[in-house]
């Protein structure tokens, strides 16, 4: 394989990996703070683009004000999910909360299918985005620049939120120890909807971003980069911030890297990330930066 | 009690055959189709209680399961001729081609097969929390799935098998359900069933009884695998087509939402949502179709069943987490004296 | 001392990161004694039991029951060879009834298995009717036979430490590891406890170590006491000269401990 090849295969791998980056920051956060793995977040990430197309085509809104607009409301729907299906099962088994949100994730799913239909859509993408810009001998699609540097601006952006302001502070004091924080005053109902918040944006983001690289919407698309994205932040080390950007990125870059060296192996793509995932939580299931969680006898 | 129970039991079975050669020969194929698809239902639901309800596993990988079992059952009863048509992909290897089994050899082969790949999954997932447990084993499922696809030789990959033959009539379908409900019954009414849901409640503590915890874990595991396969494998010859495509996480859902429902750790819940839940989902079908009122035509909505029940699912988790049966069973005294309480009434 | 020691601990020690727990614990407890472990809050005694029952793996040095080194054992496998424990947070099965919860301890002395069980075999059957019967006698012991059919989790808070105790001799164990049996018990449920205790010793063969905070039960029923602070053995031997050692008096200095006694 040429260099100028290699180069072209990386930022594509950049791209799916930041991609995922985005999603896995979600659910690494929320777990971080309510032990849940929040499996309606793939759908959270199938809705942020569905908005856009709404914005798009039923309020004839410019592409990049239907982004921006889609991006809050989709931050609404995950803040509402929490308030309505996980908030009252806060004192509840650890599995009830999940049952609800894999309820979620159909419900959602299921909606969209029946406001949208199940049919494919195509969505509309700014032009400039998709001609090849040829440096030296490289071929590469301004998009492939695009979507790394603005999830880069993204994740710098939240990593700001998170450790220099105060409810950032209170996030990391609400994953250490929920009760004391209550204890301590920490308003954790906000500070959760905040999570719930930052974490649907991001996801909405990235379900856009997504929707220009492979312009085709389907009420199911959330769910295998979702489990991805989740297997990026099990991989990264769960609760970690850090670890679910590098685990996406790690993830993205292998994924398409693999198939460009093992074109064979491409139907096999899907079960890679599931064999990874089983081989992480057996060989090291605090991942690469996670903290250990024990169980007292 | 004792022999009065297993009286009332063999009677219970009695009425069940009358009404199933009753509805053999009165009901239409649409009506029969549902009765088979409850047997089924239960099957599944039994098999995911003994795992999740009753050993506290949770486990989201049954569509792999199911699977297995719908696969290997299939290539036994499909004849060689029938299989040589259909591998149009590639040509199924000389084994599978050749495999042959009279049914009920087929259907236990195919729960074997799935028992045998819960041990495999179980040995080295079952040592995980209960939420990682659910999403490693939905891996798997997924894992299953994408085998089926990539391995055309045996599976004959996407396209799967069509015209696999109809042996799960009523009879064969509500024997397996009956042997499950029986065996499962038996199990959890034993010391061991006592073990499982002692390492459900606090696992510590029943290491410190001297329960060999994995050990317990593994055999509800496979053998909650066992009766998923069986599950898998009526339901492809009862619907003549598998292919990968249909072994998706739905599946799963499904069985969830009844158990959850009936209630975990319920057998008799199982049962009653079992019932309860396959009418639904088949009469909820309606609202998908384009309904038709005289020359007027109400366009179907795509997606809406899912949406009732995944809705109904949340609601219960919400307002009745203890599902409709809590941790309850059905049982003769139970009836017998409410029965005897109204026939009291009524005399005096 | 005089009797052959049933469980003997050879420089038990654990660490946790930097952190050492327990240090060197050497203890050898005579067959058919009622012992003490004692100690302030944190001190490391829940640690040592932890070791002794499989649920810790030693850093270092060596657990012996019976002659036969188990250091290292699984839990289930120190509960089979008849070691019993009970836990300071009661732990009971709080979904079965109080009867399960005793049949779920009988398990491990249990030879029929599931399978025998579900084909209804007269051998299983007639285990499973034996078990039941000697359930229903552990509970008479501790005086919970009317409540068999309760919910264990639904019992009063006396009652589920009782059933706890009644659970650990099911497993038929000839060492007993109480963890703070007396917690949470007004002074008259603690005098028919140290009643109880000698009971169940005499009654089913047993060897008894105990942890307990409080000094009354201790000083009354222990004939030989190990006292833990920060992990380290700062002295052992009799009650009366527990008491009177200094080094113990300091350790408690400032806890309430010390007025009981």
């Known amino acids: 394989m040429s260099l100028a090849m290699f180069l072209q295969h990386g930022l594509n791998g950049l791209t799916l990996g930041s991609l995922y980056a985005l999603i896995a920051i979600g659910y690494t956060m929320v777990y971080g703070i309510l032990r849940l793995i929040n499996f309606a977040h793939s759908e959270i990430f199938m809705l942020g683009a569905y908005f856009v197309l709404w914005g798009t085509t039923l309020f004839f809104l410019p592409w990049y004000v239907a982004m921006v607009v889609a991006v809050v409301v989709t931050a609404g729907v995950g803040i509402l999910v929490d308030r309505v299906a996980y908030r009252p099962l806060r004192d509840a088994p650890r599995i009830s909360a999940l049952i609800s949100a894999i309820g979620v994730s159909f419900f959602l799913q299921n909606l969209t299918i029946v406001a949208f239909g199940a049919i494919p859509r195509e969505v509309y993408r700014p032009l400039w985005l998709e001609t090849p810009m040829l440096m030296g001998e490289v071929r590469v699609l301004p998009l492939t620049i695009f979507v790394p540097t603005l999830s880069f601006l993204l994740m710098l952006g939240l990593v700001w939120v998170v450790y220099r302001t105060k409810a ?130 | ?83 040589e048509m259909l591998f149009i992909l590639e040509p199924a290897y000389t084994w599978v081609q050749q495999a042959q089994a009279p049914f009920f050899v087929a259907v236990m082969a195919g729960g074997l097969a799935a028992a045998f790949f819960g041990v495999l999954v179980g040995a080295p997932l079952l040592r995980l929390g209960d939420d990682y447990l659910g999403m490693a084993t939905l891996g798997f499922a997924e894992i299953v799935r994408v085998l089926a696809i990539n391995l055309p030789r045996v599976t004959n990959g996407a396209l799967g098998f069509k015209g696999i033959p109809g042996h799960a009539n009523l009879w064969w379908n509500y024997a397996w359900c009956v042997f499950t409900l029986f065996f499962v019954v038996r ?80 057998i008799t819940g199982s049962v009653v949502a079992g019932v309860v839940i396959t009418i639904l989902l088949e009469w909820l079908r309606v609202v998908e179709n384009p309904l038709f009122i005289g020359d007027w035509e109400l366009p179907g909505i795509p997606g809406m069943r899912m949406v009732v029940f995944s809705l109904a699912l949340i609601c219960i988790i919400l307002f009745r987490r203890e599902g409709f049966m809590g941790k309850r069973e059905f049982n003769w005294g139970w009836l017998l004296r409410s029965l005897g309480n109204k026939a009291g009434r009524h005399g005096s | 001392m005089e009797a052959e020691a049933i469980l003997t601990t050879r420089n038990l020690t654990m660490r946790f990161g930097g952190l050492t727990a327990v240090s060197a614990f050497n203890a050898a407890i005579p067959r058919g004694s009622i012992v003490g472990l004692i100690g302030p809050n944190g001190a490391g005694k829940t640690t040592c039991f932890n070791m002794i029952t499989g649920f810790y793996q030693p850093s270092e040095g060596q657990v ?78 501790v005086d919970l036979g009317d409540l068999a059919d309760e919910k264990a989790g639904a019992l009063p808070y006396g009652a589920q430490r009782r059933l706890e105790i009644a659970r650990a001799l099911a497993t038929e164990p000839a060492f007993l590891l109480l963890d703070e049996p007396a917690a949470g018990m007004n002074p008259n449920e603690t005098q028919e406890l140290m009643g109880f205790v000698r009971d169940i010793r005499r009654r089913f ?17 222990c004939e030989h ?14 009650p009366e000269a527990i008491r009177a050692n200094p080094k113990v008096i300091e350790a408690y200095l400032g806890e309430e401990a010390v007025g009981h006694a």
């Open chain 1, 168 to 297: 950032g502070l209170g996030m990391r004091a609400i994953s250490k120890d929920i009760e004391t924080s209550y204890i301590m005053g920490v308003s954790v109902n906000r500070i959760i909807s905040l999570t719930f918040g930052i974490g649907s944006a991001l996801a909405a983001a990235s379900g856009i971003m997504w929707a220009l690289r492979y312009p085709q919407l389907q009420p199911v698309m959330g769910s295998i980069p979702g489990f991805k994205a989740f297997i990026a932040a099990v991989f990264g080390g769960i609760g970690s911030i850090p670890g679910a950007v590098v685990g996406g990125v790690i993830l993205g870059f292998t994924e398409i890297m693999a198939v460009a060296f093992f074109p064979d192996l491409a139907g096999y793509r899907d079960a890679f990330a599931f064999v990874l995932l089983i081989a992480i939580l057996l060989i090291k299931p605090t991942g690469l930066m996670g903290a250990k969680l024990e169980d007292k006898v």
């Open chain 3, 64 to 141: 012996h029951f019976k002659g036969r080194d188990i250091t290292g054992t699984p839990p289930h496998k120190v509960c089979h060879s008849g070691i019993a424990r009970t836990f300071q947070n009661i732990r009971l099965f709080g979904n079965g009834t109080v009867l399960e919860n005793v049949m779920v301890g009988c398990h491990v002395r249990q030879a029929t298995g599931w399978w025998q069980a579900v084909l209804g075999l007269p051998s299983s059957r007639k285990e499973a009717r034996a078990l039941m019967e000697k359930s229903r006698e552990l509970l008479a012991v």
């Open chain 3, 205 to 221: 063969d047993l060897t008894i170590l105990l942890i307990e905070h409080d000094m009354k039960v201790v000083m009354g029923i």
């Open chain 2, 1 to 83: 009690m004792q022999a009065q129970r297993t009286i009332l039991n063999l009677l219970a079975a009695a009425v069940l055959g009358l009404f199933l050669w009753w509805a053999e020969g009165h009901l239409d194929g649409y009506k029969i189709q549902i009765l088979n698809l409850i047997a089924v239902n239960i099957i599944l639901a039994l098999s995911l209680n003994l795992i999740y309800g009753f050993t506290g596993m949770f486990s989201l990988g049954h569509a792999g399961f199911m699977a297995i079992g719908a696969y290997v059952c299939s290539v036994l009863i499909l004849d060689p001729a029938q299989k």
């Open chain 3, 225 to 238: 006491i190990w006292v833990l602070d920060y992990g380290v053995t700062i002295a052992e031997g009799c």
């Open chain 2, 187 to 266: 199990l959890v009414a034993s010391n061991s069933g006592n073990v499982f849901k002692a390492i459900r409640d606090d696992e510590s503590a029943a290491k410190a009884m001297g329960i060999d915890v994995f050990r317990h874990k593994l055999l509800s595991f496979s053998l909650g695998a066992f009766f998923a396969g069986v599950g898998g494998a009526l339901l492809g010859s009862l619907v003549a087509t598998i292919d990968p495509k249909m072994f998706n996480f739905v599946l799963t859902f499904n069985v969830l939402m009844i158990v959850v429902t009936g209630g975990l750790g319920s």
